[in-house]
């Protein structure tokens, strides 16, 4: 069974362009999070979402939102993109519930220039 | 808001040895869940072990297990017969019962001697 995807692999941006991350997730799998990991950091929450629906959010500005497609695909976009927006972005993808375990994608690495 | 800390940035073993991997997380909350992921520098992210708050019994998979310590909010991974695939970040993570995202420490870089 394939895993969880996530494209692009990398990304080049210049700051004030926005952007567009995709995540397919682990088939069966309705719950999709988004993290961001900045380098020699632990990843930080971003987004969860679960039937198409926002159920969580991390400490991230109004420049970050998401969404999750009826084929439980999701969308990472962030506008007005910073210097410090340059990180690994991760896709984890779960069954219901929070007894169960997230399965990460390879991540997409942006860079900001 | 929980947190998550590792207090370890680097440690290095020997081949076949074992190794304990320090965590520690500061919550109020009394239902929730701990995970320790490995993340090798392919940068995957991949599940090692899970434990349940609610459960006493110690976590196990194969060579790895956890010491689970409530009270004094510790969750210790123990890493038995080092193998050089080891080698990776480990980050210790924590989940509320109530399904937000996980919290991550800062993570522990495990070096395997040869």
């Known amino acids: 069974d394939a895993g969880v995807t996530q494209s692009p692999t990398h990304l080049i941006k210049t700051r004030g362009q926005h952007v567009t991350l995709r995540c397919s997730p682990i088939?069966?799998?309705?719950?999709v999070s988004w993290y961001q990991q900045v380098l020699g950091q632990g990843p930080q929450f971003i987004f969860q979402y679960y039937e198409k629906e926002e159920r969580g959010r991390g400490n991230f500005p109004d420049r970050f939102s998401a969404r999750q497609f009826p084929n439980y695909s999701s969308e990472l976009n962030v506008n007005a993109l910073l210097l410090g927006d340059s990180a690994l972005y991760l896709c984890?993808?779960?069954?219901?519930?929070?007894?169960?375990?997230?399965?990460f994608g390879d991540g997409t690495r942006l860079s900001i220039l | 808001a929980q947190t998550v800390t590792q207090s370890q940035p680097e440690m290095s073993v020997q081949e076949a040895e074992t190794v304990t991997l320090s965590c520690t997380y500061d919550?109020?909350?009394?239902?929730?869940?701990l995970f320790w992921y490995k993340q090798p520098p392919s940068r995957q992210m991949i599940l090692v072990i899970r434990?349940?708050?609610?459960?006493?019994q110690n976590a196990t998979e194969n060579r790895f297990s956890v010491n689970f310590q409530k009270a004094a909010k510790s969750f210790s991974l123990k890493i038995s017969d080092s193998q050089l695939g080891d080698a990776a970040m480990y980050f210790c993570a924590y989940r509320s019962g109530g399904a937000d995202g996980l919290t991550f420490g800062k993570g522990t870089h495990l070096i395997i001697q040869p």
């Open positions: 088939s069966g799998h309705k719950s």
């Open positions: 434990q349940e708050a609610y459960k006493q």
């Open positions: 984890a993808s779960s069954l219901a519930g929070s007894n169960q375990p997230q399965h």
């Open positions: 919550t109020s909350e009394s239902d929730y869940y």
